[in-house]
Structure formats: structure tokens, C-alpha cells
């Protein structure tokens, strides 16, 4: 597989989407986070986009987001979070796995994803994301294989504020399983609140211990 294609293709997308500011409609908006949304171009539902404010410079939000040892910390909605393969050194493939919720209706979900890190002008850092089929981590019969189409963080210098960043996360997951599509597009707005709300309190708490 030519992971340095896909990631490619994968990072023009997530920019593509940063940068057609059209169609979107307001979801939510509580917390300092503002969800978004329209219908996908790459599957039957749709990409969501949250946007909010997180203290720290783009280069040390992206890297803390992606370490495993952070990220087990900080995400709360996974209950397990590794890197399988470094491809370079900014290019992974990670194995991620949700908890259940909603009282037990949606059961946790596993992800192997195609991870992606790259840099533009003006101190932008962006993570480009995909899942893929990976010969080393088959499917595991306990948990439900979910799928990630294009999907990624745009993290950009924040002008009035330097040394915090805005971070806009573009999703658009396939849960897999017989979970309506009523049910999953209802769940989906709550949980990019989520990750934007505790990325911040983990880069927060990062930044507090002196790194």
C-alpha cells in the first residue's frame, strides 16, 4: 500500500474542506465550540466540523493530540489508543477503540486509521486521517470495525491571542453495526464537542506541568 499516496490525497481533501465555506449548517454551538454540518461527498451521511479556541502554539497542539501517552490521557472517549507503525515522522498508523454509550446502544468501535501530519505557511499544522486495512491488526470480533472517511485537524496561529490556536476537526465516520442512521447522526455532533472540549483540558493541564 503507498501510504505517502493516500496521505497525500487524503491532506488535499481535509484542506479542501477547510476552505469551502459553503452549505454549512449550525448543529450545536455550547461550550465555546461551534458544530457544523452537510452532507458528505464521500459516503451516504455527513461531515461534521467543530470549531474552538485551545491554548498552545499549532506545532505543540497537533504533536500532544497525537502522542499515544497523551492521547490516553486526555481523550475520554477511548478507552484504548495506540500507534502500530511509524511510516515516518509525520506519518502513522494508529488502532483506536471507543467506549459504548448511550446506555449501552452504540457498543465501542475500532478504528486503524492512516495518520497524517503536515505543515503550510503561516505556522498552520493540520492532521490528515483515513482508516485502512492493515494485515497486522485484523478485525477484532469484540469490538465493531469502524471506518473514518477523510477526516482531520486544521490548527492555526490565533492572531489576537499567540499563544493559543484555533482547532477545527472535520469528521465523517461509518460506525459499521445495525445502528440506524437516525441514531448515529444524532450521537455524532455530541462527540466533536467532546474532543474538542477535552483536547483543551488536556492541553491545559499539559501546559500547567511546565511542557
Sequence with gaps: MDYKKIADEISQKVLSYHEDNSGWKLAKSPK?????????????????RGEGIIEGVPEKVISF?????????????????SILEHIDQDTVICR?????????????REFVDLV??????????TTNTISIDYEKCPV??????????PCGYV???????PAHSKLVA???????????????????????????VNAREGMKKFIQSGN
Excluded at 465550540?33 to 461534521?48: A, C, D, L, M, R
Excluded at 493530540?65 to 489508543?81: F, G, S
Excluded at 497524517?116 to 499544522?125: P, T
Excluded at 490548527?155 to 491571542?161: A, H, K, Q
Aim: with cysteine; charged share 20%; net charge neutral.
Design 32 to 48: 465555546d465550540v461551534i458544530v457544523s454540518w452537510k452532507p458528505s461527498k464521500e459516503y451516504s451521511g455527513n461531515i461534521y
Design 65 to 81: 493530540m497525537y502522542i499515544d501517552e497523551h492521547r490516553r490521557k486526555w481523550d475520554k472517549a477511548l478507552k484504548h489508543y
Design 96 to 108: 483506536s477503540v471507543t467506549h459504548s454509550y448511550g446506555m449501552g446502544l452504540i457498543s465501542s
Design 116 to 125: 497524517h501530519i503536515r505543515r503550510y505557511d503561516g505556522g498552520v499544522v
Design 140 to 149: 477484532d470480533s469484540s469490538n465493531v470495525r469502524g471506518f473514518n472517511n
Design 155 to 161: 490548527c492555526s496561529p490565533l492572531p489576537e491571542n
Design 170 to 196: 472535520y469528521i465523517q465516520p461509518e460506525l459499521g453495526g445495525l445502528l440506524p442512521r437516525s441514531v448515529v447522526e444524532s450521537a455524532l455532533p455530541n462527540n466533536v464537542i467532546g474532543l474538542i
